[in-house]
């Protein structure tokens, strides 16, 4: 059971528990979740999570793996730009750290080839991109407890010292 200010991932999303109350109605207790970028928003999640959407934040030492690991995950190859969209809203969908890098590093070097033969950058690209990088790097920006920002930036100059 997790307690309140605890971070958690609610399907996609790294939230805060706000506090945990107990419905009156029905007597059962509820997390009250606050996505880290958009505290404006509020989710009730039953504590039983009966649907498997709510799963712990990846651990430092796990965060530091991933991250070293990156050199060593490929981006997706030869796929039709029919079905890029797909793939991308099944890996998006996998929700697993190595997919979400599949996705920027695929996308990342979709739009540099485009710019490179003076072409204007794939707007799905760029969505999904942001989409991956926003899901990656504000679950491990709490697990390095950096900034979103902060987070990138190391995780760039690991890798590339890792390339070297």
């Known amino acids: 059971m ?3 200010n ?5 399907k996609k999303d790294v939230c805060k528990i706000r506090e945990i109350k107990q419905n009156k109605l029905n007597g059962n207790y509820y ?3 606050v996505p880290i970028d958009d505290e404006s928003l509020i989710i009730d999640v039953p504590i039983d999570n009966k649907m498997g959407y ?9 965060a530091e793996k991933l991250i070293n690991n990156i050199p060593n995950i490929n981006p ?3 796929i039709d730009d029919k079905y890029i969209e797909r793939t991308y809203k099944e890996l998006l969908y996998n929700g697993t750290h190595e997919d979400l890098i599949k996705i920027i590093k695929t ?20 969505d999904y991109f942001n989409k ?17 920002d902060e987070t990138k930036d190391y995780i760039i100059k690991k890798v590339q010292e890792l390339i070297k």
Not at 6 to 10: I, L, R, W
Not at 107 to 126: F, G, H, I, P
């Open 132 to 148: 991956a990088e926003k899901y990656l790097y504000n679950e491990l920006s709490i697990a390095l407890s950096m900034s979103f």
């Open 54 to 62: 709510l799963r712990d934040i990846i651990s430092k030492n796990d």
């Open 6 to 10: 605890d971070y958690v991932v609610y």
């Open 107 to 126: 996308t990342y070097l979709r739009n540099d080839d485009r710019k490179n033969k003076n072409k204007k950058v794939s707007e799905k690209d760029n």
């Open 2 to 4: 997790y307690k309140k």
């Open 31 to 33: 997390y009250i979740l």
């Open 76 to 78: 997706l190859e030869q």
